[in-house]
């Protein structure tokens, strides 16, 4: 018995170490790698048409900040159809969309939603039949788009293989409290470090279905968006992959949102994640395994994000390990490696980023004020992983009893936009 457990110990920590040196390669890549921007200087072009979706359910504290911006976009207005999605909201979203549709009626065309499946992705798999043109773009209603973000989205679309593309996603609540400040940490290493060193290297960029677009033929390709899945972007990314489509990251193009201002908010949000990214893990990984369009070194990258959220479900196995094997009198054992097990999970799963990308993040950004907070994120760490764990076996007594999934809204912070 005791030789199974330490060799299980043995694999988990095995694991540990082959994402952190993950990591460790995109921080490496991001300090002194090529780096690709391979659309940024696309200004003036035959632009094509976009339909701009923005998926909302009881936003109107945020709706009319992102309207406002997309009427203001640097991109032709006859070639753009902004779309709200109102999601059978209970609050004064409707209100706040037709206020602005009144002021723009040729340019803002709602689509209202009063029954089916809730949820984003069952949301916008009912609006594409509203879309026009051969792109189909989608921010949160939270987003506040820059001026040029449009056009930037919209230019690697000139590129015929590409069928996504993702911007970068900064908080623009930063200064309200100790979470907001860490989760701006988070967000700089997952796109600054993270995102971008997987497009440098021409790995798996992956669409985050909040600042993004994707081309109408691609999605028609892989069967539009799915209303089963509780994170419609990260199962896009692998359906476009899996049929040989490359999804583009613009580190440049970036789109203010809002984050969780509170604990719980950002718990529930966290849960949500890693429910939605381990539903495309349980169906895809074979199938993306063994698909002829993915490159070897994409299959590796794509394994290995698939993966990502059931690392804390292996971390919290290890320490289980370990604590069996203390009372199994196996101390020889322990010692070789739990001081490793400990050194790769703080560096390794750290608030969903590697300890050193977050470092480098900041000195990427010019901020290095912020570097102040990095201890702190061993206080995040431990939050994510005990709500992914929580998500994880939740979603195995939901799947014992035939429960469905539940999407959770995130609360919003912001003071609704007058008009």
């Known amino acids: 018995m005791t030789h199974v457990l330490a060799a299980a110990l043995a694999l988990l920590v095995a694991m540990m170490i082959a994402y952190a040196l993950r990591h460790l390669l995109f921080t490496l890549n991001r300090l002194f790698g090529r780096q690709r921007h391979p659309y940024l200087d696309i200004d003036v072009a035959d632009w ?8 909302a359910h009881d936003e109107e504290k945020v709706i009319g900040g992102c309207l406002e911006a997309l009427l203001a976009a640097d991109y032709p207005a006859q070639l753009m159809k902004i779309v709200p999605v109102d999601d059978r909201s209970t609050d ?4 706040v969309i037709e206020a602005w549709r009144r002021g723009a009626p040729e340019r803002i065309s709602p689509f209202y939603r009063d029954a089916g499946m809730p949820g984003k992705s069952a949301a916008l798999k009912d609006a594409l039949q509203h879309a026009e043109g051969e792109i189909v773009m989608v921010f949160d209603a939270d987003y506040v788009p820059s001026r040029g973000l449009v056009k930037q989205l919209a230019a690697p679309f000139f590129d015929p293989e590409v069928g996504a593309v993702m911007g970068r996603v900064v908080p623009g609540n930063v200064s309200r409290n100790l979470l907001t400040r860490m989760l701006d940490l988070e967000r700089s290493a997952g796109y600054q ?6 497009m440098n290297l021409a790995l798996v ?41 490359k999804t ?4 440049r193009s970036e789109c203010h949102e809002e984050v969780p201002e509170e604990w719980p908010v950002r718990v529930r949000q966290v849960k949500r994640w890693a429910r939605g990214h381990n539903q495309v893990l349980a169906r895809y990984w074979l199938r993306f395994a063994a698909s002829r369009w993915v490159t070897l070194r994409e299959r590796v990258d794509g394994l ?8 804390p479900i292996c971390l919290l196995s290890g320490w289980i ?29 750290g608030n969903f980023a590697a300890f050193f990308e977050m470092v480098v993040a900041v000195l990427l950004d010019g901020n290095r004020n912020r570097v102040r907070l990095l201890p702190l994120n061993l206080l ?32 919003r912070y912001r003071a609704a936009s007058p008009r």
């Open 48 to 55: 094509p048409r976009v339909t701009v979706f923005i998926p």
């Open 92 to 95: 004064g979203t409707r209100e």
């Open 193 to 198: 470090v993270d995102q971008q060193a997987r």
């Open 205 to 245: 960029p992956q669409f985050g279905g909040t600042v993004g677009g994707v081309r109408r033929a691609a999605m028609d390709a892989v069967g539009g968006w799915d209303e089963s899945m509780l994170t419609e972007d990260t199962d896009m990314t692998f359906r476009l992959l899996m049929n040989g489509w």
């Open 248 to 251: 583009v990251y613009t580190n």
């Open 304 to 311: 290995m994000l698939m993966f990502i959220f059931a690392m």
């Open 321 to 349: 390990v370990a604590i069996a094997l203390y009372f199994l009198g196996a101390a020889d054992l322990l010692l070789a490696y739990i001081p490793l097990l400990a050194l790769m999970t703080y560096s390794t799963l």
């Open 380 to 411: 995040g760490f431990f939050v994510s992983l005990f709500a992914i764990c929580q998500a994880v076996l939740g979603a195995l007594v939901d799947r014992v009893i035939g429960r469905g999934l539940v999407w959770d809204k995130t609360l």
